[in-house]
C-alpha cells in the first residue's frame, strides 16, 4: 500500500505552494517532511489530512483516491504541535474520543486505550484533565489520540518542538517501530533534524514547492 | 467501521430552526407592516405630507441628535470609569462597579425611571430640593432622557473597553517606555489605538439602541417636543389608528440602521487572555490628583446609578405591611413563566444564529447573519410586537397565543445579547481542536455534541440566565399584547405609574429589582467560571 502525490496544489491567500514531481511513499516507514519556518509544511500536512481544498492534483492511498474525502473520511490523522487535548474531557476519555465517535463499545475502548496508553508510559495519567498534566505528557497523550485510531496515515506538525531530547528520542523510537509494524505512513513536520536512522525518506519544503529528497 | 451520515447537518437545522421562528414572527410581520400596510404612506404625496405636516424631520432629528448626546455622554463616563478599573482592579471599589455594570447594562428601563424619579423628580429626595431653589429645573424633557440613556450606556463602555484595556499585551508597551517614550506617547500611540476597535463598537451599540429607546424616552420626556421615532409609531397605532404613518417610521429607521449598522459594525478584535501581570498605568497623575480624580468619578456614578437605585429600595421600607401580595403573587407567576420560556427560546435561537455565522465560511453572509441578528437593537420591542399584532390580529383574542407571541417576541429583543454570548463561546473554540476531532473521524453533529456543545455549557446557562432577565421587566410586548386582565410586574409598573401611584410602582418595582439581583449574582458566578474555564 502506497501514498501517491500527484500534481498537489494548496492556495492560503496569496500562499500557494505547489509539488514538483510526483511522491510515491512506502507503508511501514517514517517520512521526515522538512523546511524552514513558514515554508508550507503545516500547510502540506493540512491539505493531506483534508483541511485545505487541492486546487489541482490527487492524493491516493493505494487505489483509493483521497483528494476530495472531507477529513472526517480520509482515515488520516493530524497531530498538532500545541497537542491541543479536548479541555473537558480526562487523558483517558482523549485518548478514547474517536473510537468513542465510531461508536466502538466501552469495553473495546478501554482495552484499547489502556494498552496505549501503557505503550507511552502515561497510564497514571488516565483520569487527570489536561490542564493537570505536563506538556510533555500532553504531546505523549496526543499521540497516543491519533495513534490508536489505528488508520493508515499518521500527520504530525512539528510534534517534538518542544520536548526534551530524551523525550523526543523516545517517542520517535516508538514512532518508527509501531508504523513498521502497523504499516503506518508516518510524515513528520519539522525544521530540526529527525534521527537519521529512523527516516526512510525526506520531503523539502522550500520556495512555495515541495518534493522529494534522498 | 464508519460512523452514519446524519439526514440532515447541524446548520441545516439551525437555518430551518432560525427561520421558523425569526420568519413568521419577525422577518414577515416587519416586512408587511412597513411594504404593505403603509403603501399609501410610501407614495410622494405621503411621504410630502408627512414630511410637511406631521413633522417627520422633527422626530428625526430629535431621535438622532438625543442619541448622539446620550452616547457621547456614555462614551464620556465609561471610558472614564474604564480606565479606573483597569488601573485598579484589584481595589474594592473596582470590583464592585466592573460587577454593577452587568446590572446598569441590563436592568428593566421601568425600573431606573421609577429609580430616577424617586431621587430627581419632583416629588424626589433631590428634586424637591432643586424645584424649591430653582423654579427652572426639570427633571423630565432632555435632561431625564440623557440621564437615564448615560445610565445604561456607560455601563456598555465600562464592558467593552474595559476588557480591551484588561486584556491587551502590555510586553509592547513596556518594551516601547524600555526604549525612552514617554507614558503620554505609550497611550496615545499604543494603548489608545488597541482600545479604538472597543470604543467604536461601544459607540455604535450605544447609539442604535438610543436611537430606539422606547420607554425611557416615553416616560421621561414629558411632551411632544420629545418624541423619538420609536415612540411616534406606538402613538400612531395606539392613539391615531394611523397605520401608514407607522410603518412610514419603521421605514425610516429601519434604513438608517441598517446602513449606519454597515458603516459602524466593529471588526474583529484581537482579543489577548489575561496575562496575570501587574496592570501598567495608563496616564501618570500625581497620587494626590489621582485620589481626587477617583472620588469625583464614584461620586458621578453613584449620583446616576447608586442613590436612584437605594432611594427606590428605602422609598418602599415605611409600606412593607401594606404590600399587594396577591397581585405580586399573580404577576409575578406570569412573569417568571414568560421569562422562562422566552429564555429558553432565546438561547436556543441565538445558538443556532451564532452557529450558522461560525460555521459559515463567506465574509458576506456572516455579515448579513451578523446585521440580521443586530436588527433587534434597532427595532424596539414595540415596533416588532406592532408588526406582528397587524400581521395577525387575532392572536391578541388567546391568552395562549398572546403568550407565545410575547414570549418569541421578548427572545428575538434579546437576541442581539445572547448572539455575542454566544459568538465569545465559539471563539473561544480552537481550530485545532476541531480539526483534531474531524480527522479522528468525528462529523459535524459529533463535533458539536461531543466539543463544541460540552465546551460552551457554562455559556448556555449564561445566555439562559440573560434571556430570563431580558424577559422579566420588559414592557414593550406586554403592552401590546396583554389582555387587561393579565399582568406582568413590569406592566403593573407602568400602569401604576401612569394613575400616579408612585407608592405602588416602587413597591412593585423593588420586588422586580430583588428577581433582577437573584439572577446576576447567579450570572456572576456562572460569568466567573467561563473565565475561568477559559483562561
Not at chain 2, 446620550?70 to 462614551?75: I, Q
Not at chain 2, 430653582?134 to 455601563?155: D, M
Amino acid at each position: 500500500m502506497a501514498l501517491n502525490l500527484n500534481g498537489l496544489s494548496y492556495q492560503i491567500g496569496s500562499f500557494c505552494l505547489t509539488q514538483k514531481d510526483p511522491i510515491s511513499l512506502p507503508k511501514g516507514k517514517m517520512i521526515w517532511v522538512r523546511g524552514a519556518s513558514g515554508s508550507g509544511k503545516s500547510t502540506l500536512l493540512q491539505g493531506l489530512a483534508g483541511f485545505i481544498v487541492a486546487k489541482s492534483g490527487s492524493v491516493q492511498l493505494d487505489s483509493v483516491d483521497l483528494t476530495h474525502l472531507p477529513a472526517e473520511r480520509r482515515r488520516v490523522a493530524l497531530v498538532f504541535q500545541e497537542a491541543a487535548l479536548f479541555p473537558h474531557l480526562t487523558v483517558e476519555e482523549n485518548v478514547e474520543y474517536g473510537l468513542r465517535v465510531l461508536g466502538l463499545p466501552r469495553h473495546d475502548r478501554q482495552t484499547r486505550s489502556q494498552r496505549i496508553l501503557k505503550d507511552l508510559e502515561i497510564s497514571e495519567l488516565a483520569n487527570r484533565y489536561p490542564q493537570e498534566i505536563s506538556g510533555g505528557q500532553a504531546h505523549r497523550v496526543s499521540l497516543a489520540r491519533s495513534a490508536i485510531m489505528d488508520y493508515p496515515v499518521l500527520l504530525l506538525d512539528e510534534p517534538f518542538a518542544a520536548l526534551q531530547v530524551s523525550l523526543r528520542a523516545q517517542l520517535t523510537d516508538w514512532l518508527f517501530h509501531e508504523a513498521e509494524r502497523k504499516g503506518w505512513h508516518v510524515l513528520v513536520a519539522s525544521h530540526d533534524p529527525l534521527d537519521s536512522t529512523r527516516v526512510a525518506h525526506q520531503i523539502l519544503v522550500e520556495n512555495g514547492s515541495f518534493s522529494m529528497t534522498n | 467501521m464508519e460512523a452514519k451520515r446524519p439526514i440532515i447537518s447541524p446548520k441545516t437545522l439551525s437555518v430551518l430552526l432560525s427561520a421558523a421562528v425569526l420568519f413568521p414572527v419577525f422577518v414577515y410581520p416587519l416586512g408587511r407592516f412597513i411594504f404593505q400596510d403603509g403603501t399609501s404612506a410610501w407614495s410622494n404625496e405621503g411621504l410630502w405630507e408627512w414630511f410637511s405636516d406631521h413633522g417627520l424631520v422633527d422626530i428625526l432629528v430629535f431621535t438622532y441628535s438625543q442619541a448622539i448626546l446620550s452616547t457621547l455622554l456614555s462614551a464620556g463616563l465609561g471610558i472614564w470609569v474604564a480606565v479606573l478599573i483597569t488601573e485598579n482592579s484589584k481595589v474594592w471599589w473596582a470590583r464592585l462597579l466592573w460587577s454593577f455594570s452587568q446590572v446598569g447594562f441590563s436592568l428593566p428601563a421601568i425600573l431606573y425611571v421609577l429609580a430616577y424619579l424617586s431621587v430627581w423628580g419632583r416629588s424626589g429626595v433631590i428634586g424637591s430640593w432643586l424645584l424649591g431653589s430653582f423654579q427652572e429645573f426639570n427633571p423630565y424633557g432632555w435632561t431625564g432622557i440623557l440621564v437615564a440613556h448615560t445610565f445604561f450606556n456607560f455601563p456598555v463602555f465600562v464592558r467593552i473597553v474595559g476588557l480591551a484595556l484588561l486584556e491587551r499585551n502590555q510586553q509592547e508597551e513596556k518594551a516601547a517606555l524600555s526604549l525612552g517614550a514617554s507614558r503620554w506617547i505609550v497611550f496615545r500611540t499604543m494603548t489608545l489605538r488597541k482600545g479604538w476597535a472597543a470604543i467604536r463598537e461601544s459607540s455604535a451599540l450605544s447609539f442604535l439602541y438610543c436611537s430606539s429607546s422606547f420607554l425611557v424616552v416615553l416616560l421621561l420626556g414629558g411632551g411632544p417636543r420629545f418624541t423619538t421615532i420609536e415612540v411616534a409609531i406606538y402613538e400612531s397605532i395606539k392613539m391615531n389608528f394611523d397605520v401608514g404613518a407607522a410603518s412610514l417610521l419603521a421605514g425610516c429607521h429601519l434604513l438608517v440602521f441598517s446602513l449606519l449598522y454597515l458603516s459602524l459594525s466593529p471588526s474583529k478584535r484581537d482579543v489577548n487572555r489575561f496575562s496575570g501581570e501587574e496592570r501598567m498605568k495608563l496616564i501618570t497623575f500625581r497620587p494626590s490628583i489621582r485620589r481626587i480624580h477617583t472620588v469625583l468619578m464614584l461620586f458621578v456614578v453613584m449620583m446616576i446609578a447608586g442613590l436612584p437605585l437605594l432611594t427606590l429600595v428605602a422609598s418602599i421600607l415605611p409600606h412593607w405591611n401594606q404590600l399587594p401580595w396577591a397581585l405580586i403573587g399573580w404577576a409575578t407567576s406570569i412573569t417568571v413563566c414568560l421569562a422562562v420560556v422566552s429564555g429558553v427560546i432565546a438561547t436556543i435561537l441565538s445558538f443556532c444564529v451564532a452557529y450558522l455565522g461560525y460555521t459559515t465560511s463567506s465574509l458576506k453572509v456572516r455579515r448579513m447573519i451578523s446585521l440580521l441578528s443586530s436588527l433587534p437593537v434597532g427595532i424596539s420591542t414595540i415596533l416588532s410586537s406592532a408588526a406582528l399584532w397587524h400581521a395577525y390580529p387575532r392572536v391578541v383574542d388567546h391568552f395562549a397565543f398572546s403568550f407565545f407571541a410575547i414570549a418569541v417576541l421578548q427572545a428575538i429583543g434579546s437576541l442581539p445579547l445572547l448572539n455575542r454570548i454566544f459568538e465569545v463561546a465559539f471563539s473561544r473554540i480552537a481550530k485545532s481542536w476541531r480539526w483534531t476531532a474531524r480527522s479522528l473521524g468525528a462529523s459535524e453533529w459529533q463535533l458539536l455534541l461531543t466539543l463544541e456543545v460540552p465546551l460552551m455549557a457554562r455559556s448556555f446557562l449564561l445566555a439562559l440566565v440573560w434571556g430570563v432577565a431580558f424577559s422579566l421587566g420588559e414592557v414593550g410586548c406586554v403592552l401590546v399584547f396583554l389582555s387587561d386582565h393579565m399582568t406582568t410586574l413590569g406592566l403593573e409598573v407602568f400602569r401604576m405609574m401612569g394613575r400616579y401611584d408612585f407608592v405602588g410602582a416602587n413597591v412593585i418595582g423593588v420586588w422586580l429589582l430583588a428577581l433582577m439581583m437573584v439572577l446576576y449574582a447567579v450570572f456572576a458566578r456562572l460569568e466567573d467560571e467561563v473565565q475561568w474555564r477559559s483562561t
